[in-house]
């Protein structure tokens, strides 16, 4: 990814390699999640790379897919699917953001039957972009939930920031 920007000194465009982009990876602090989630596909991985999974939440007016669903708390993880409830605010290369939106790409036309590549392939470049605006407007290295409610607009998401704490891997 580059961003042009006009240089003060001579009157032509420099191209700039863009130093940091921000995304999310699962938090797991102890076995709840597995728990939580097992009935819903199982929990993210920790370190696992984590999207908002706006394409994954239910419509709040006709109600859950089926029960127990916490669409309405969590984050979903790129490579296993599984749920989160914890996520960290970290930095991310393009390379590893291009592999997550390939990997979002496969899973929209393979497992949730996308009716095109294209349409698979807007969709994830959607939900990688949302995610890195997200994580952009953070801190570096803490962690966040969400809180998904209807409102009159469709669905509104409350993030809580969280410090990261020493807990296990994770480090201060």
């Known amino acids: 990814m580059t961003v042009v920007q006009e ?10 390699p863009i130093l940091s982009m921000k995304f999310l990876k699962a ?12 009935a819903e596909g199982g929990a993210a991985e920790d370190g696992e790379w984590v999207v908002s ?20 708390t969590t984050f979903v993880a790129v490579k296993s699917h599984g749920r989160c409830t914890i996520a960290e605010v970290c930095d991310i290369d393009p390379a590893a ?9 496969r899973h929209f036309v393979e497992d ?3 009716p095109s590549l294209e349409a698979a392939r807007v969709a994830a470049e959607d939900e ?11 801190p570096d ?6 809180n998904r409610e209807p409102t ?21």
């Open 97 to 105: 953001y291009d592999g997550i939106r390939e990997s979002l790409i």
């Open 128 to 138: 990688c972009a949302y995610t890195a605006d997200l994580a952009a407007g953070f």
């Open 53 to 72: 999974g706006g394409y994954a939440v239910c419509d709040p007016a006709a109600g859950h897919r089926r029960a127990p669903c916490h669409c309405a």
């Open 152 to 172: 009159a607009d469709g669905i509104g998401e409350r993030y809580s920031v969280f410090k990261r704490l020493m807990i296990g891997a994770h480090k201060v």
């Open 112 to 114: 949730l039957g996308a």
């Open 27 to 38: 938090v797991r602090l102890d076995d709840s999640d597995a728990r939580l989630y097992a």
């Open 7 to 16: 240089s003060s000194i001579i009157s032509r465009h420099v191209c700039l």
């Open 141 to 146: 290295e803490v962690w966040i939930s969400v």
